[in-house]
């Protein structure tokens, strides 16, 4: 049974509030002081996972671009399991650590917070745009499909790749 797209929309808007608000009220809760050192490993996790993340996203679209539509489907199916590992990850270790200080000095300083700040909107902003290409693709609306992942690739790969380049610029102050 094929489903409209209206009805993913209530699923969409939910995830879309829901996700920012809930990481951004990870911030806001006490943490338990050296809970977190076992879970050091974490951040290099979910750097990892954006990698890779970002190379299924440029090998999925390598495949729509030469039609190979089922291989393009199962990479983005792939792209959508790192994303829930990689929030899983990012909610598990902000839940338990204190966010970590950049410590660097001079134009660095500015590029980091570029790259955090950018990172941080476009996070919250791809969440919708990615929930709404999956439905379009699953209610078969490639027209539409195709229009918004024009979008939504773009900011996905960049926040994926940010997000490597955050965590490189901080990791020496972990």
């Known amino acids: 049974m094929k489903l409209k797209s209206s009805s993913y929309t209530p699923l969409i808007v939910l995830f879309s509030i829901l996700i920012p608000v809930f990481i951004a009220f990870l911030y806001l ?47 983005m199916y792939t792209a959508l399991g790192l994303s829930v590992a990689f929030l899983i990850c990012y909610v ?12 660097g000095e001079g134009p660095m300083k500015n590029v980091y917070y570029f790259f955090l700040i950018s990172h941080i909107f476009l996070s919250a ?3 919708p745009l990615v929930l ?32 490597v380049i955050v965590y490189f610029m901080i990791s020496p102050y972990y």
């Open 29 to 75: 809760l006490p943490k338990a002081s050296g809970a977190a050192d076992q879970y050091l490993f974490l951040p290099k996790s979910i750097a990892i996972i954006n990698s890779i993340t970002a190379v299924v996203l440029i090998l999925s679209y390598v495949a729509v671009r030469r039609k190979n539509y089922i291989l393009h489907r199962n990479l």
């Open 92 to 103: 598990t270790y902000h839940s338990l650590a204190e966010s970590t200080r950049y410590g």
């Open 132 to 163: 709404i290409s999956l439905s379009r693709a699953l209610t078969e609306k490639y027209d539409k499909h195709r229009k918004i992942a024009r979008i939504t690739l773009p900011i996905w790969l960049y926040v994926t790749i940010s997000g």
């Open 125 to 127: 902003g791809v969440v």
